[in-house]
Nanobody, 124 residues
Framework: QVQLVESGGGLVQAGGSLRLSCAAS????????MGWFRQAPGKEREFVAA????????YYADSVKGRFTISRDNAKITVYLQMNSLKPEDTAGYYC?????????????????WGQGTQVTVSS
């Protein structure tokens, strides 16, 4: 089992920035990747960004490319999501996820572990 704890959400004006953190614990030694997903009310959960744990390959949804940056701290077993130039349409619950399965990073069904989520609200 892998436990994930997110932090860093909040309320910000359009154009502002936030940084989300996700600390992992438990069976992390065989982890392949960690990622961020988001879900707005009435919508499906969608992929935002992900990084492999060894090698550090990153992948982003087109909607956040150039604005969001995912990074990791191997020593702390923590992944971060730096969100800049935030827009009202970025408003959602943001969820950290982890996986052992090797495959396309955007496939949410291959993530076995999920955090409790943190709310990001961007006002116009």
């Amino acid at each position: 089992q892998v436990q994930l704890v997110e932090s860093g959400g909040g309320l910000v004006q359009a154009g502002g920035s936030l940084r989300l953190s996700c600390a992992a614990s438990g069976r992390t030694f065989s982890m392949y990747a960690m990622g961020w997903f988001r879900q707005a009310p009435g919508k499906e959960r969608e992929f935002v960004a992900a990084t492999t744990w060894n090698g550090g390959t990153t992948y982003y949804a087109d909607s956040v490319k150039g604005r969001f940056t995912i990074s990791r701290d191997n020593a702390k077993i923590t992944v971060y999501l730096q969100m800049n130039s935030l827009k009202p349409e970025d408003t959602a619950g943001y969820y950290c996820a982890a996986r052992h399965i090797i495959g396309p990073l955007s496939n949410r069904y291959e993530y076995s572990y999920w955090g409790q989520g943190t709310q990001v609200t961007v006002s116009s």
